[in-house]
């Protein structure tokens, strides 16, 4: 891989930050450029990098796609706006969930995201803006595990020889890509963001797309999304490198006021990692499995059986798909 990484115990953040400032400002020029927020950490970065280099030339948008977690669109914006970033949001919703319609195969959904986030929704707003930039927040890990076969990240494209000038109508600028995480909290941090948006749990680039097998339908999204806000809610005191639920595509058996139930299954997933390339499951207490248990079989319309994944990374993987 021609990308060279710079360790967190190389990276000095004051120095990176100016680097970057003055290239990304170089490369755009007097031109206007886009900028892709999603809120997770890495993209939430890119935007105040961004910020600082082009000021008003910069355009930044929150795509809402459908598959976010709860209350993410409005956290977003508001945190941005604090910061003195203005956000447009814009809903995508019909548009993603057409795209993912009938589709099972986890590449194939990952694709269909791929192609209406850079073909429709964000070719569109280049096209009006008149920007020939778009910024977003691709970091190493993205690239490896692309490039190594383990799975598509939707955000890699010149990487694998995606011209996207010719493809899209657009040039990609991703300032962080030398970085993992590690390296982009440190930068978070140098930029002034609060702890509670630059150490947020990391976030996948397909949302909630990720933690769905199977097809990825707006009723079944919303399942996902209310056992996230279990997960999260139960899990957000636990000092863990990132904690998930997960929807099943088989029904399992279940019983409820005294009937028998032929319901839905969610997989919670947490772990130990310094860098995503591997990990560990947390050990997490039996009473705090159970809390979540018996929260989501509760709270979560259909949901009959609660599971933990106790293996680690490899051979299992962080996300679902």
């Known amino acids: ?54 000021e008003d030339r910069l355009l930044t948008y929150f795509i809402d796609n459908g598959l976010m977690r709860e209350g993410e669109p409005e956290f977003v914006v508001s945190g941005m706006k604090q910061l003195g970033v203005q956000v447009e949001l814009v809903d995508a919703r019909q548009e993603f969930f057409s795209a993912l319609k009938g589709k099972t195969d986890p590449e194939e959904k990952r694709q269909a995201i791929t192609d209406t986030f850079y073909k429709n929704v964000f070719g569109r707003l280049v096209k009006e803006s008149g920007a020939a930039y778009l910024l977003q927040g691709t970091i190493y890990t ?19 020889g995606i011209d996207t000038k010719a493809a899209y109508g657009y040039t990609v600028i991703e300032p962080l890509i030398r970085l993992r995480k590690s390296g982009v909290r440190a930068i978070g941090k140098a930029l002034g963001m609060p702890k509670d948006m630059y150490h947020r749990v990391p976030f996948p680039g397909p949302a909630l797309g990720a933690r769905v097998i199977g097809e990825a339908t707006p009723k079944r999204i919303a399942l996902v999304r209310k056992a996230t806000v279990v997960v999260e809610d139960v899990l957000s005191a636990i000092d863990a490198f990132q904690y998930m639920a997960i929807l099943h595509e088989d029904r399992v058996t279940g019983i409820r006021d005294g009937k028998r139930e032929y319901g839905f299954q969610i997989e919670i997933r947490c772990w130990d990692s310094r860098d995503a390339v591997t990990a560990s499951p947390t050990q997490i207490s039996f009473e705090l499995l159970r809390k979540m248990a018996d929260r989501i079989t509760s709270e979560v319309p259909g949901v009959v059986s609660v599971t933990y994944n106790i293996t680690p990374k490899p051979p299992s993987t962080i996300e679902a798909l």
């Open 1 to 54: 891989m021609s990308i060279q990484e710079i360790s967190l115990n190389d990276l000095n953040p004051t120095e990176f930050i100016e680097a970057q400032c003055r290239l990304i400002s170089k490369q755009v020029g007097k031109s206007k450029a886009v900028n892709a927020l999603s809120g997770g950490v890495d993209s939430s970065v890119t935007t105040l990098l961004a910020h600082r280099a082009l």
């Open 142 to 160: 993205d690239v490896e595990e692309t490039v190594a076969g383990i799975k598509r990240q939707h955000n890699i494209l010149a990487q694998l």
